[in-house]
């Protein structure tokens, strides 16, 4: 694995293919007051993060919910408001945590604070992705680092499939339930995140507040929110990026 100047290099992505950690020399610029309709999200994971700078327990995040609701944006823009406060992120794609010991060996005695950071996590029953994730984030026969804490991003709260007969599988004995195994290893992997957030799709009141904080100098404010009405429409739903596709569509034309 090539060697990175922490000090200078705020992010990096690991190659699988190169066996080695590719630096991020322009992350992308989302700002945190650009994120609007998840104040309380934003307030836990800053609290959280803030913790872990500090040097103070500090949980893994797990941010799951709907699609296109900010978890992506969240962390991109936790990035940029920590980065001169020591926060460094490495970005691994769920494919490539089987890697993830030779990711983590070479930072564990640096000074700075990685967040490991893998986008729309999720596992089938028999991936073995899951195993190296656990091992970092709890440990083996090695304590986990301290310099190290894991935010995912997914759509499933388990992040693994929930299917029918898994909940049949389960038994009652002397009034107690007994989950089946299947259901055990679900809820085993996500419990191991200590702080949930999670994410739904906005309410028109939000959505809209959205777009206007995006269009802060347009004057015709219904016909603002009429066109962004349609358009939502026509995406199939509300969200942070819905609005954010908005205003690429439509910026300068209204006045």
């Known amino acids: 694995m090539s060697g990175i100047d922490w000090q200078q290099v705020p992010a990096a992505i690991w190659r699988s293919q190169r066996q080695e950690l590719r630096a991020v020399t322009h992350p992308d610029p989302v700002r945190w007051d650009d994120l609007h309709g998840i104040e309380a999200q934003k307030e836990k994971l800053a609290h959280n993060t803030e913790r872990f700078l500090d040097g103070k327990p500090a949980n893994h995040a797990l941010l799951w919910g709907s699609r296109g609701t900010g978890k992506s944006s969240l962390v991109k823009a936790l990035l940029n408001r ?55 984030m709890e440990g083996s026969i090695e304590l986990p680092p301290e310099n190290v804490r894991v935010y995912a991003t997914s759509n499933r709260r388990h992040l693994m499939p929930e299917y029918m007969k898994d909940n049949q599988d389960t038994t009652m004995v002397n009034g107690e339930i007994h989950p089946s195994e299947a259901v055990e290893e679900q809820v085993s992997l996500s419990d191991r995140f200590g702080l949930w957030l999670s994410f739904y799709p906005f309410d028109q009141d939000t959505y809209l507040e959205t777009v206007d904080a995006l269009f802060p100098d347009v004057q015709d404010r219904e016909a603002l929110h009429r066109a962004a009405l349609q358009f939502a429409l026509a995406r199939g739903g509300r969200s942070g990026r819905t609005a954010e596709q908005f205003r690429r569509a439509f910026s300068g034309e209204f006045g």
Do not use: A, M, N
């Open 82 to 136: 920590y980065r001169d406060q020591g926060l460094r992120v490495i970005e691994v794609d769920k494919d490539d945590l089987v890697h993830l010991h030779e990711i983590v060996d070479p930072i564990r005695e640096c000074r700075e604070r990685f967040i490991i950071y893998c986008d729309d996590l999720s596992f089938g029953t028999d991936d073995p992705g899951y195993k190296p994730l656990k091992s970092v």
